[in-house]
């Protein structure tokens, strides 16, 4: 039976929303939020979030660390409004027939997620043969901050981008000495989370190395999820201008999909790996400052598509090797007072092989096949006395099959008084077609062409009271035409560009620090659209409250979704309310534990269509800190 929302509850997290807006003056801590916020996804360099056209989420290390998750997603869904990320159960996303782990902003997006782009350390992260990221390749463990750039990045970041980035900026150590932790918690459908992180540094050398295991039964048979996983990094300074850093990142994690409750699914069991290399040289002075990099990412596939009810097993196996190499060079220059040139070079080789391999030793390949892109950026930034920032973008972009393309990008910040600004942007987001759309199984199409939108914003931020208060609010409008959509072609289905994108929408946001001890944030977002797509809800919206006094932490956060699609022909919507609270407490200097618990209100909710989330659910362990 599914929960539905009274009109009392729409009123009680209206009034939540609206608090965050108008809690009195004297009540807030003065200077918490008035140190500004420096970004580097949406301009490659180092810059003041004010003065960039786009709208940029930022996810710090201690809001990382205080959720104690194993997965970076379910914080990002709460913190970052249009941004909505699929689930079917305690953990573990998995991949194929069944799978979540599809991540849209502002409808843009999909499952599989092939309008967004991942990034880590500001290199893409897509399965080279399908196109879309791995979601259960980002982990906690890797992340000292999160950006995410809402709405079209591919002047610096190229195709995916289209409708948003998501760049996770990995761990490091800044002081000399060791410092680590471990981290264990157990809790309900035998949930296991553990990781632990050892840092060293001296002089100009520094080093990170963090483990994990997570694993779980789940809340439905048949829906196990083991997951190992493996980081480690090293850097040298040289200079105060000139440092090196190289990592290494591993995963392998095996998961099982029950399929709906309607129809199970019997076997179908997915065996991952998932690696990532880089190595950066990266530059700076007090004029220009830049980086050359170099990233391998590859994954290994392992799948059994399982047989339903009255089915026999299969017998094969679906395999895959996929892989990406690239390099990015970029370097930003201050040509005079004000001003901000960065240009830059992406170049990516991305592709693999798949293959049938039969109980008998035989086997059958499905393709063998890679293909490039190479593009080339320029982006100028200039302040204008201290009143605007205008800002153009131009990358010309090369695909070894769809050929040329001119994507441009326009925008300004506008300071009409010291405590707030106007962001305008006009960006072109586009995505190449995938191996997968254009090669692989039956509605395979090799004349695809990129798809294409528009997308137009205008926001207003402001900080009050010395920044205790901040709030923001932002209107969208894309406009996108080549969608690629599977559908009937003389008799056959086949990929073709067809579909059209208008959405439209506002995103709220707000923060506040009041009493010394508490933190307030909320952010909402509605979102229309006239081509409706799975996982894009139509009202989002988030309210936490924080408190935080000596060894004392507690957060309680609520989140209302409704107008979910979870299915389009015949549409179906879902609607929903989730209570989450968490805390910790600092036993000594070295050990500290903690507890959490999720969906206590016992919501009756689906995000895949079929497949019913888990009801209340808590975990509780202990960190050991040195």
């Known amino acids: 039976m599914k929960y539905r929302i009274t009109k009392n509850t729409k009123i009680i997290c209206a009034l939540l929303f609206i608090n965050t807006l108008y809690c009195k003056a004297e009540a807030f801590n003065r200077d918490s939020l008035n140190i500004p916020e420096v970004v ?11 003065h960039l056209p786009m709208n940029v989420s930022t996810i710090n290390e201690s809001q990382i660390e205080k959720r104690e998750e194993q997965s970076l997603l379910p914080l990002l869904v709460e913190q970052v409004p ?5 689930s079917r159960g305690v953990m573990g996303y998995g991949v194929s027939t069944g799978s979540s782990g599809g991540m849209t902003m502002r409808g843009i997006g999909g499952s599989p997620t092939i309008g967004m782009l991942v990034l880590i350390d500001g290199h893409p992260q897509y399965m080279g043969l399908m196109g879309h990221p791995i979601a259960d390749a980002y982990q906690s463990m890797l992340a000292q ?6 709405g079209p990045a591919s002047v610096l970041y190229g195709s995916n981008a289209m409708g948003g980035v998501i760049n996770i900026l990995t761990k490091q150590q800044k002081d000399n000495g060791f410092k680590g932790h471990i981290k264990a918690s157990y809790g309900s459908y035998n949930t296991v989370n553990s990781d632990a992180t050892l840092r060293y540094r001296y ?12 694993r779980t039964d789940g809340h439905r048979p048949n829906m196990e999820f083991e997951q190992y996983g493996g980081f480690a990094k090293a850097g040298y300074e040289f200079n105060k201008h000139w440092n090196l850093f190289a990592d290494v990142n591993i995963t392998h994690f095996n998961a099982q999909n029950p ?3 309607s129809r199970p699914i019997y076997q179908n069991d997915s065996h991952i790996t998932r690696g990532m290399a880089s190595i950066s040289l990266e530059n700076s002075y007090q004029r220009t ?3 050359f990099k170099a990233f391998y990412n590859w994954g290994r596939h392992i799948i059994n598509d399982g047989y339903y009810e009255g089915g026999v097993p299969r017998d094969y196996l679906f395999n895959s090797q996929d892989l990406m190499l690239g390099i990015n060079w970029y370097q930003s220059v201050i040509l005079w007072q004000g001003s901000r040139v960065t240009a830059g070079v992406d170049y990516q080789h991305f592709g693999g092989i798949a293959w049938n391999s039969y109980i008998d030793g035989s086997e059958n390949q499905i393709i063998d096949k890679s293909l490039y892109n190479i593009a080339g950026y320029i982006d100028y930034r200039q302040s204008i006395a201290n009143i605007i920032t205008l800002n153009a973008g131009l990358r010309f972009d090369h695909h070894s099959v769809t050929g040329n393309h001119w994507i441009p990008q326009f925008g300004a910040s506008i300071y009409p008084i010291q405590t707030g600004e106007i962001k305008l942007i006009a960006s072109r987001g586009f995505r190449n077609p995938t191996i997968r759309e254009m090669y692989m199984f039956p509605p395979q199409n090799p004349n695809l062409q990129p798809e294409s939108l528009w997308n137009y914003d205008i926001s207003w931020t402001q900080r009050l009271f010395k920044g205790s208060f901040m709030y923001g609010v932002n209107l969208y409008y894309i406009n996108g035409k080549n969608m690629i959509q599977t559908v009937p072609v003389d008799g056959r289905m086949m990929n073709i560009n067809t579909g059209a994108i208008k959405n439209y929408g506002i995103e709220l946001q707000s923060a506040l620090h009041f009493l010394k001890m508490f933190t307030l944030n909320a952010n909402y977002s509605w979102l229309h659209m006239e081509n409706p797509i799975l996982a894009s809800p139509e009202h989002k919206l988030y309210v936490g409250l924080d408190f935080e006094k000596g060894r004392w932490f507690a957060s309680t956060g609520v989140q209302y979704i409704n107008g979910l699609y979870t299915a389009l022909d015949p549409q179906e919507r879902e609607q929903f309310v989730l209570w989450n609270i968490r805390g ?3 036993a000594t200097k070295w050990l500290e534990l903690f507890v959490k618990a999720e969906n206590l209100l016992n919501q009756q909710y689906e995000i895949n269509k079929g497949f019913p989330m888990p009801g209340i659910t808590a975990m509780g362990g202990v960190k050991f800190k040195f």
């Open 584 to 586: 910790s407490f600092a």
């Open 82 to 86: 249009s941004l909505f990320i699929t």
């Open 289 to 291: 400052s830049g980086a």
């Open 259 to 261: 399929g709906t409750i």
């Open 203 to 214: 002089k100009g050398f520094s080093a990170l190395a963090s483990g994990s295991y997570n």
């Open 145 to 150: 901050r999160v950006e995410v750039v809402r």
């Open 40 to 50: 580097v996804t949406g301009s490659r360099n180092e810059v003041d979030i004010r």
